[in-house]
T-cell receptor
Framework: DAMVIQNPRYQVTQFGKPVTLSCSQTLNHNVMYWYQQKSSQAPKLLFH???????NEADTPDNFQSRRPNTSFCFLDIRSPGLGDAAMYLC????????????FGPGTRLTVL | GEDVEQSLFLSVREGDSSVINCTYTDSSSTYLYWYKQEPGAGLQLLTYIFSNMDMKQDQRLTVLLNKKDKHLSLRIADTQTGDSAIYFCAEVNTGTASKLTFGTGTRLQVTL
């Protein structure tokens, strides 16, 4: 089945230790998104790629970076995780067009010790 | 800016209907979505409605849209324990590169 896959599902890192979260998709969608979701809150968009074009949200901290080496893969890099970065990180994809519906992966829960 | 609001909690008995409400402020919304999130999981797309529609039905789900009042609702018929989850409404204005604006989420609890 076509889907959005996130690895790992659970990630533990230490304060200040860089971490990379991975997202892949078999939907061949041209747009990929990264969201941060803290407990009992709605997902918050960090950035998205429209094809190779990177679009950062104005309030996304510099500590968060992203890479998209090809259509299928997108990575979220957290350069120096703080305790406040502990959250669920959700990847989503969409095919830009008339109905630009976003499909979400299962998420990666990040714990910062 | 856009604002999407939902009530935080709803409790229903198994077999009853659930109605989850959502209000939004962006009159230029083009699509409105309902997503379901089970504990520790990602968001599952349930259904969506185009802004020029009043109603959409999909099996046990009925979406009603009152564009004049900017009110969206999701009705789940014959609610089951497996429907217990958080439900997010979201709106998108395709003029803003398809950015979803999510509501605060409604936690649905289904009791026996």
């Amino acid at each position: 089945d076509a889907m959005v896959i996130q690895n790992p599902r659970y990630q533990v890192t230490q304060f200040g230790k860089p971490v990379t979260l991975s997202c892949s998709q078999t939907l061949n969608h041209n747009v990929m998104y990264w969201y941060q979701q803290k407990s009992s809150q709605a997902p918050k968009l960090l950035f998205h790629y429209y094809d190779k074009d990177f679009n950062n949200e104005a309030d996304t901290p510099d500590n968060f970076q992203s890479r998209r080496p090809n259509t299928s893969f997108c990575f979220l890099d957290i350069r120096s995780p703080g305790l406040g970065d502990a959250a669920m990180y959700l990847c989503a994809t969409s095919r830009a067009g008339a109905v630009d519906t976003q499909y979400f992966g299962p998420g990666t829960r990040l714990t910062v010790l | 800016g856009e604002d999407v609001e939902q009530s935080l909690f709803l409790s229903v008995r198994e077999g009853d209907s659930s109605v989850i409400n959502c209000t939004y402020t962006d009159s230029s919304s083009t699509y409105l979505y309902w997503y379901k999130q089970e504990p520790g999981a990602g968001l599952q797309l349930l259904t969506y409605i185009f802004s020029n529609m009043d109603m959409k039905q999909d099996q046990r789900l009925t979406v009603l849209l009152n564009k004049k009042d900017k009110h969206l609702s999701l009705r789940i018929a014959d609610t089951q324990t497996g429907d217990s989850a958080i439900y997010f409404c979201a709106e998108v204005n395709t003029g803003t590169a398809s950015k979803l604006t999510f509501g605060t989420g409604t936690r649905l609890q289904v009791t026996l």
